[in-house]
């Protein structure tokens, strides 16, 4: 299935499609579940597909993201997006991983001793898609019991394979909106500079970590945006910051998002500048269910023993499928990526990176292994 497999995320790849509306996407993995013929449903209200393969039971669920990012992609791949956008996490490998287990368990569909519902979901990269599609029932008719994805890491060897109990953090993403008093940059004493009272802020935002929160209690805070003005002679009436805090103890989550509303508004007062906070996101970290792991885990070692498979999952990135992992037992998986060259080697969300398809048979079979064996091991 390699070449069948490649030429499916390469069509995926130089159709890049954003947020919660994947017209051409869902057109795509649509035309090839009917060439598979396995009964789908699409959820237009969130570009979500649901496919169904086997006959009642257990029902145990297979999720692939398949939305991409606005980058310009600099690859230099034959087959580079041109539409500004790109597949630069390699969601576009999760789809392709997807369809591909999607016709081996056709295939052993008589075996199965449950059902697999495989959910290919929109609108991961802004944290939106899996509670939308959540919220639309993918999660019912028929109720999932156990649910399992995997995510490919660019900077990994293609042969190994990592996991952990909590692999991806939680996040939680704010806008702040500084609101000043515009002035001519001649007479700063007529305005109320919001540019200011943003670096203030700034820097007390980074102080929180250092001065506040233990080195053993893992965080990150992140101002990604700052936003203002127009002109170098103008002191402008507003000022934007984003960003992102990341954390896996939710004590520790609160206790800094209130830190930051108490920081902004003390120091928005301080300069005479009205400060408003817009949460942007707020998902909780993916926690796996151990016994899962461990089940999976087995699975893939009964398929291929030379697959390396490493407890080193445990990142300050986020992943919506954390909104899966709090309602039925869930695990989550990282697969090896890495082309051969390693100086070629970037993260994820490079407008350069490269991935080793050769992954792409050894993921559809690992999904299809591991959803027939807990199908198998919970007959009844």
Not at 113 to 136: M, P, R, W
Not at 183 to 210: F, R, W
Not at 231 to 244: D, F, K, V
Not at 265 to 274: K, M, N, P, Q, V
């Amino acid at each position: 299935m390699r070449e069948e497999l490649i030429s499916w995320r390469r069509t995926l790849h130089q159709i890049p499609e954003t947020g919660l509306s994947l017209p051409e996407t869902v057109a795509f993995i649509k035309e090839k579940l009917e060439e598979m013929a396995i009964p789908y449903q699409i959820y237009e209200e969130c570009s979500c597909i649901t496919a169904v393969i086997g006959h009642g039971g257990k029902c145990f669920l297979l999720r692939s993201d398949m939305d991409a990012l606005p980058i310009e992609e600099e690859s230099g791949e034959s087959f580079a997006s041109t539409n500004g956008k790109m597949h630069a996490c390699g969601h576009d490998m999760h789809a392709a991983i997807l369809l591909g287990a999607a016709k081996i368990l056709k295939s052993h569909e008589e075996e199965l001793k449950g059902t697999v519902k495989l959910f290919f979901q929109s609108g991961e990269e802004t944290f939106s898609g899996a509670q939308a599609a959540i919220h639309a029932g993918i999660l019912e008719n028929p109720k999932v019991d156990a649910a399992f994805a995997m995510h490919v890491a660019a900077a990994l060897p293609n042969n190994v394979l990592i996991y952990g109990d909590y692999p991806m953090a939680a996040v939680y993403g704010f806008r702040i909106t500084l609101t000043g008093k515009g002035a001519h940059g001649s007479m700063p004493q007529m305005g109320v500079d919001p540019i200011n009272t943003g670096v203030h802020i700034y820097l007390a935002l980074q102080e929180l970590l250092s001065r506040e929160v233990s080195a053993t209690d893992e965080a990150a805070l992140t101002v990604g945006r700052f936003d203002a003005g127009s002109a170098a002679n103008i002191i402008p009436e507003r000022a934007i910051l984003e960003g992102t805090l990341r954390t896996f103890k939710p004590e520790i989550t609160q206790y800094l998002i209130k830190r930051i509303k108490e920081v902004t508004d003390s120091i928005a007062s301080a300069y005479r500048t009205t400060a408003e906070i817009e949460v942007l996101s707020n998902v909780p970290s993916v926690g796996c269910n151990q016994e899962l792991t461990k089940g999976i885990l087995q699975s893939i070692q009964e398929m291929d023993s030379n697959v390396k498979a490493l407890p080193l999952y445990h990142v300050m990135g986020s992943e919506d499928f954390a909104f899966i992992t709090e309602k039925i037992p869930a695990t989550y998986f990282g697969i090896g990526a890495g082309v051969t060259d390693q100086s070629k080697w970037v993260g994820q969300h490079n407008p350069k990176i490269l991935f080793n398809e050769d992954c792409l048979p050894y993921g559809a079979a690992i999904y299809a292994k591991a959803a027939m064996d807990w199908l198998s091991s919970h007959e009844g």
